[in-house]
């Protein structure tokens, strides 16, 4: 029906989450209305991402560096590793300033297609750091859904076994059960945290 460039981009922006057929359709008749420059924007932009931004060697955060700025920081306590599903958690922390520790990333949670997914999951990947590093204890600061207990509970067994010494905390109950992480004020996010246990 639509001419191959256009299908092609319609079929691209389906890929993103929460975007459907409809919703492409909208995001690229809204691009080819807008004009040259604010595609070439948009362009500009991704080719940037594509060129500078990498995967953190540490902590498996995106970054235009690897190691990160915060892994590289050395007025962060490396001893403590709070473990996040995404990217994104590492600003909501960060912004409210109760974590002067290090990260790692999962890149996701674990649900019922988990063995399809494990290797795009970052747990091979912390559990080295607990076998390498000198670890003393991981903050499971994990959404307080089902696939973040389930990832959590996955984990806290995994570190044991690796490392029975190590202190494995979870967030305090301030934050309702099947709530995101991300849309957490930041007195409830601050209270989970000191509160861990």
Avoid: W
Wanted: charged letters at 30%; hydrophobic letters at 35%.
């Amino acid at each position: 029906m639509y001419d191959e460039p256009i299908y092609n981009l319609i079929r691209a922006f389906k890929k993103l989450p929460t975007v459907g057929a409809r919703t492409a359709e909208r995001f690229v008749f809204h691009l080819l209305r807008s004009g040259k420059k604010d595609v070439a924007e948009m362009t500009l932009a991704l080719k940037q991402v594509i060129e500078h931004i990498k995967s953190c060697e540490t902590c498996c955060n995106f970054s235009s560096t690897s190691p990160c700025n915060i892994c590289t920081n050395p007025k962060r306590d490396r001893t403590k590793i709070c473990v996040v599903a995404q990217p994104q958690d590492v600003v909501v922390i960060e912004k409210v300033g109760i974590h002067n520790g290090v990260y790692h990333i999962l890149r996701g949670t674990i649900s019922q297609d988990f063995e399809d997914k494990r290797n795009s999951i970052k747990i091979d990947d912390l559990c080295k750091r607990i076998t390498e590093e000198e670890v003393t204890e991981i903050i499971l600061a994990l959404s307080p859904d089902l696939p973040g207990e389930t990832t959590m509970m996955f984990l806290e067994k995994a570190c044991k076994k690796i490392r029975p010494d190590i202190a494995v905390t979870k967030l305090a109950r301030g934050l309702p059960m099947g709530s995101d992480l991300q849309y957490t004020d930041d007195m409830t996010l601050e209270s989970a945290f000191t509160n861990r246990r």
